[in-house]
């Protein structure tokens, strides 16, 4: 059975720092690009970031590049985000999401599109207070 559990949110004040973790399990963890997303209220859910577990390559959203990077090792089958410089807009539950690399998916990874992911976590909460 594939599962993510996101983990690492909290309340932090602007220009803060957090960073999430991303466990997976059930798949071959280097087959899968693992992405991160963000839902705020009243907003739609958008893509963050992306990591390929095959090659290490990894994508952003314009919103966040120079100030979040993702990453996998450390822990086994575990990505991260690191967030830095947090701002009040950064504010939104955050998912990470898994799906198969194949020339099907690229393009939902090197774009983040939300809608390209096949499992999902159930997310974590972070707040930034201004």
């Known amino acids: 059975e594939v599962q993510l559990q996101a983990s690492g949110g909290g309340l932090v004040q602007a220009g803060g720092s957090l960073r999430l973790s991303c466990a997976a399990s059930?798949?071959?963890?280097?087959?899968?690009?693992i992405g991160w997303f963000r839902q705020a209220p009243g907003k739609e859910r958008e893509g963050v970031s992306c990591?390929?577990?095959?090659?290490?390559?990894?994508y952003y959203a314009d919103s966040v590049k120079g100030r979040f990077t993702i990453s996998s090792g450390n822990a086994k089958n575990t990505v991260y985000l690191q967030m830095n410089s947090l701002k009040p807009e950064d504010t939104a539950i955050y998912y990470c999401?898994?799906?198969?690399?194949?020339?099907?998916?690229?393009?939902?990874?090197?774009?983040?599109?939300?809608?390209?992911?096949?499992?999902w976590g159930k997310g974590t909460q972070v707040t930034v207070s201004s």
């Open positions: 999401a898994a799906v198969p690399e194949s020339l099907h998916t690229i393009m939902a990874i090197t774009r983040i599109h939300a809608d390209g992911m096949d499992y």
């Open positions: 059930g798949f071959t963890f280097d087959d899968y690009a």
């Open positions: 990591i390929s577990s095959s090659n290490g390559s990894t």
